[in-house]
Structure formats: C-alpha cells, structure tokens
C-alpha cells in the first residue's frame, strides 16, 4: 500500500500509466486526478484587486438617487431595505462608490462635476 507523502507524491502516482486490466481504476485515478487539480486552481491566491475593478451591484445615474439639501448627502434604496448614502463633499472628491451602512452592498455612481451643485 503506497503512503502519500505529499501531494507531489500523490500526483506522480495518479499519472502513472495504466495496466491494461485495470482500465476502471485508471479511470477513477484520472477523475480524482482532474478534481485535485481544480481544488488547487480554486485554492490559489487570487491577486489583489483595486478599488476601480471591484465589482458593484449596481451603476445609478446621479439624477436618480434622492437628495437631501439639509444633510447634503445623496440616497439611494438597497435591497436589504436600508439606503445606500455618499455625500456631497465625497463626490466633490472624486469618490463615486457609495456604500449600504446596514449591509455589505456597494454602487457606482455615475456623474459630471457639472451635475453637482455646489458645497
């Protein structure tokens, strides 16, 4: 009974060729071989991603979210029930995501600085 030492080890075995008679278990051996392999592709570092390529769940125009002049901040309705909010000065900023405050939900939003009113 061969023992694994590694998972170099258990590779090297899974690849080695066949015996005729054993048609069935080289089958099996080609399968586990296939799916240790996709476990390891899953289980591989993803690299970083920068804030621009995060995904979002959502690209709202700024015309459609709600503005409040008193808090100046601009709302939008998240599935979860809450609001998504981004403030004025941020968007003056630069910022265009605006996060949910009770869940985990980004969006984008799309705008002009010509769209803004002023601070």
């Keep these: 009974k061969p023992v694994f030492f590694s998972?170099?080890?258990?590779?090297?075995i899974l690849a080695r060729p066949p015996k005729p008679n054993r048609l069935h278990?080289?089958?099996r051996r080609r399968t586990?071989?296939?799916r240790t392999q996709r476990s390891l592709l899953l289980l591989r570092p993803k690299p970083h991603q920068p804030a621009s390529?995060?995904?979002?769940?959502?690209e709202v125009k700024l015309a459609d979210m709600k503005?409040?002049?008193?808090?100046?901040?601009?709302f939008y309705l998240c599935p979860c029930g809450?609001?998504?909010?981004i403030s004025l000065e941020e968007l003056w900023d630069g910022e265009d995501v605006a996060p949910c405050p009770s869940c985990s939900?980004?969006?984008?939003?799309?705008?002009?600085?010509?769209?803004l009113p002023p601070l």
């Excluded at 998972?7 to 090297?12: F, S, V």
């Excluded at 809450?82 to 909010?85: I, N």
């Design 67 to 74: 503005y409040d002049p008193e808090e100046m901040m601009y």
């Design 25 to 27: 278990a080289r089958q």
């Design 7 to 12: 998972l170099r080890g258990l590779l090297l």
């Design 82 to 85: 809450d609001e998504f909010e």
């Design 105 to 115: 939900l980004k969006i984008r939003v799309l705008f002009e600085e010509s769209d």
């Design 32 to 34: 586990f071989f296939r």
């Design 53 to 58: 390529t995060m995904s979002h769940y959502e």
